[in-house]
């Protein structure tokens, strides 16, 4: 485990931190740049993104952001799933100083105006088959821009631009992530830099993750688990993290064996769909190490069942 300090951080509270630690998100993807700069970051489909590109892309929309308004403190909202296109915009976002809003793809418009109202945002980046469930002008008078991937805007976003410097303190906003709303109006959990950079070098140490790791994420990024147990983790070991648009127990299977991943983190319910494909044990699942699990109970024939099937896999509890 890496050393730890008290520090004061929220006013006066006294909070266990990391002593050595990236100053904020934007931080530590320049440090996975610097330390992986040729390796991927980021893979849907056939689609590779090296960290050097990724890089080059946030640099581009965080510039292009910037010269159309936005400025440190803004909302940035994101109707997009599990997309490049999610982490090009939240990195952006946290190299300009905005606090980025993931909405969830499954919510209808009354959700979605919600959100976008309480949460004041400004902008709203969104996937183009999920335009119905965005409310018009009137309704969320603060959102003066909509951008839809594969438009022009969104387009003119990934143009050569240079974003301008911003030191992001690390008590600053890094997200504003939205319950389910189970007991009432959803509610907007502010995550700052510094948690989110805890949350991540937690992950790391508690799972002994290093580089060369490579994350299948199959839970949405725009919940807590995604974007952080997943997405952040990875960036902070300057590992890989294979986008997988839906979870569907036999794509899922394949596409593990395929990217020949290290690492997850999915729900029980996620990993019992997979014990019941009649051809679990065909697929070659060897190098599968870590296999996070949280949000519900793990029934011990389901932990029995998985060992037996990949007898190298450790599975970890990550929350709830």
Known sequence: MPRTRD?????????????????????????????????????????????????????????????RGFAAGDRL?????????????????????????????????????????????????????????????????????????????????????????????EEDVFCIVYTSGTTGRPKGAALTHLGAIHAAMQYEAGMALSAGEVSLMAVPINHVTGLLANFLTMLRVAGTTVFLPEFKAKQFLEVAERERITHTVIVPAMYNLCLLQGDFARFDLRRWRIGGFGGAPMPVATIEKLKATIPGLKLANCYG
């Open 77 to 169: 909202a994101l109707l997009i799933g599990n997309r490049l296109e999610f982490a090009y915009v939240a990195l952006a976002a946290a190299r300009l100083g905005l606090i980025a809003v993931p909405l969830n793809p499954r919510q209808r418009r009354p959700e979605t105006e919600y959100m976008l109202n309480q949460s004041g945002a400004k902008g709203l980046v969104f996937a183009p088959d999920l335009a119905e469930h965005i409310p018009p002008a009137e309704a969320v008078p603060a959102l003066d821009h909509r951008l839809a991937l594969g438009g022009d805007e969104f387009a003119a976003l990934l143009t050569p631009a240079a974003a301008p410097p911003r030191a992001v303190a």
């Open 7 to 67: 520090e004061r951080h929220y006013g006066d509270r006294i909070v266990r931190c990391f002593a050595e630690r990236p100053a904020g998100v934007d931080a530590m993807l320049k440090a996975a740049v610097a330390r992986n700069p040729a390796g991927t970051a980021l893979a849907l489909g056939r689609t590779r993104i090296a960290y050097a590109e990724l890089d080059y892309i946030v640099e581009r929309i965080a510039g292009n952001l910037a010269a």
